[in-house]
């Protein structure tokens, strides 16, 4: 039970990267249940779910645009998008709003998939495509063009500028086109393609994502209990003192609060000690 509360917790108190990976992750465990053939040992999804580059096949089926890139073909797929979604989306938060992040996200999975439909149809090609990465490439990609000289350190390798971490993604990309996952690949760089643009749109005053917000307020709001407006007689306090008491209360409950969120923020979930997390989620209730 303290497991199912600390990744309740965990959701409300994480950012929409955190949530991000947490919506994936979700889907792939439904996935598993509904449409993982254990047998054969492969996911069958329907073409309600994937997108299917035939376009009477896509036509019918619209929204795919949308669910494709929260279906992964397999656990090692799902594993290394989500690894890619926490370094990329990281690194986007440091200059933008989480409401950026996410439109970003679906609009950049939405433009990659239009992109591989295009692609397909052009090359008189048939397979349907699943997956997260365009949408994450547009998150890297757009701030890779954003600050392009950021400093990265990976083990072994020593300190490597942003731009050139994400040209090397373009190229193998690029590489692999006529080898194999065609899709997948013309994916990756629609993807990049949008995050570039969205980039030098948003410098120019336009940004995108606005749009989104209202979905991305939405779905958060899904996970939220629904609460009852009742009218209800309401009698004044006329002590002073107890008035004074319970104001000094709830500025010592909110500082309590506000200083887990700043640990939180500093050195992440895992560091709260048992007791912080426990106040932290009777006080999330």
Do not use: C
Not at 96 to 110: E, S
Not at 133 to 161: C, D, E
Not at 173 to 186: A, F, R, S, V, Y
């Amino acid at each position: 039970m303290n497991f199912i509360n600390d990744l309740k917790l965990q959701y409300k108190t994480g950012g929409i990267v955190q949530k991000l990976i947490f919506w994936n992750v979700g889907v792939f465990i439904l996935s598993l249940v509904f449409f993982y053939q254990f047998a054969e040992r492969y996911f069958d999804y329907p073409s309600w779910l994937a997108l299917d580059s035939e376009v009477t096949i896509f036509i019918k089926n619209p929204w795919t645009l949308f669910t494709y890139m929260f279906l992964h073909s397999g656990f090692l797929h799902l594993l290394f998008n989500m690894m890619v979604l926490h370094f990329s989306g990281r690194l986007f938060a440091t200059y933008f709003t989480g409401r950026q992040l996410f439109g970003l996200f679906i609009l950049g999975g939405i433009f990659s998939g239009m992109v591989y439909l295009l692609s397909y149809f052009l090359l008189g090609m048939f397979s349907h495509l699943v997956g997260a990465s365009g949408a994450i490439m547009a998150v890297l990609i757009a701030t890779a063009t954003y600050s392009p000289n950021m400093m990265l350190r990976f083990p072994l390798i020593g300190n490597v500028k942003l731009w050139h971490f994400a040209a090397v993604i373009l190229i193998l990309d690029l590489i692999q086109l006529p080898m194999q996952n065609t899709g997948g690949h013309i994916a990756h760089l629609g993807g990049a393609i949008f995050g570039y643009l969205y980039i030098k749109l948003l410098q120019q005053g336009t940004d995108l994502s606005k749009g989104i917000s209202k979905l991305q307020d939405v779905v958060e709001n899904w996970s939220k209990p629904k609460t009852k407006h009742n009218f209800k007689k309401v009698h004044r306090n006329t002590n002073p003192t107890k008035s004074t008491f319970s104001n000094t209360e709830k500025d010592m409950h909110q500082k309590k609060i506000d200083a887990i969120l700043d640990k939180i923020s500093q050195s992440g979930y895992d560091s709260l000690t048992k007791e912080e997390k426990q106040y932290l989620f009777k006080a999330g209730k």
